[in-house]
């Protein structure tokens, strides 16, 4: 079947420095796909998402960049800081049918660490 | 703001135990979404709910079953628990089927 992977495991950053996270995807008719962030023992956060007729999309401090030609996705955190060490998570909605509702495909997550 | 509520945070149970997990969707939320986190895992959908029926089914096993009542909380049923069931379960919950889903804190269920 169809899934949503990641390239990198693991993400070791310097505080201050931009972050880049990937993920590979591989439904082309998802409509959206989106980023969540997971601290250890909570839930999964939404970050940012970003329809499959887009490019690219801005939030506070972060960028998703959405390249359909590979089908990779990307995160961009700019500046970061301690806080933003997590597990990361793409995740991809499929092509809405018109009935039911989205079910969210997962990536297997990249752990991002600070070093302060 | 009010966030998906999920009780109970920790669970411990016996093989061949049941257990119900709860969720609490954010206020004027109708949909509502079950997934399961195994161990190093991404999360895997279950079963969703929109307006009291259900939605859309995952990898639901056939031992468990959901339910979502009129006040839209949504209760997750399982049966004849196996060692294998250990993960954290979270909910979700958007407003309306193709909204962003937010998610609860989760439920640890622990099978001794």
């Known amino acids: 079947g169809e899934s949503v992977g990641l390239h990198l495991p693991t993400l070791s950053v310097q505080e201050g420095d931009n972050s880049i996270i990937n993920c590979a995807y591989s439904n082309s008719a998802s409509d959206y796909f989106i980023w969540y962030k997971q601290e250890s023992g909570k839930g999964p956060q939404f970050i940012i998402d970003?329809?499959?007729?887009?490019d690219k999309r801005q939030g506070q401090r972060v960028t998703v960049l959405l390249n359909k030609t590979v089908k990779h996705l990307s995160l961009q955190i700019a500046a970061t800081q301690p806080g933003d060490s997590a597990v990361y998570f793409c995740a991809e909605t499929g092509s809405y049918s018109g009935a039911g509702s989205y079910q969210l495909t997962f990536g297997k997550g990249t752990k991002l660490s600070v070093i302060p | 703001a009010a966030g998906v509520i999920q009780s109970p945070r920790h669970l411990i149970k016996e093989k061949r135990e049941t257990a119900t997990l709860k969720c609490y969707p954010i206020p004027r939320h109708d949909t509502v979404y079950w997934y399961q986190q195994g161990p190093g895992q991404d999360p895997q959908f279950l079963i969703s709910f929109y307006e009291k029926m259900q939605s859309d089914k995952g990898s639901i096993p056939d031992r468990f079953s959901a339910q979502q009542f009129s006040d839209y909380h949504s209760e997750l049923n399982m049966s004849s628990l196996e060692l294998g069931d250990s993960a954290l379960y979270f909910c979700?919950?958007?407003?309306?089927?193709?909204?962003?889903?937010?998610f609860g804190p989760g439920t640890r269920l622990t099978v001794l």
């Open positions: 970003i329809r499959s007729n887009m």
């Open positions: 979700a919950s958007s407003a309306g089927l193709t909204d962003t889903q937010y």
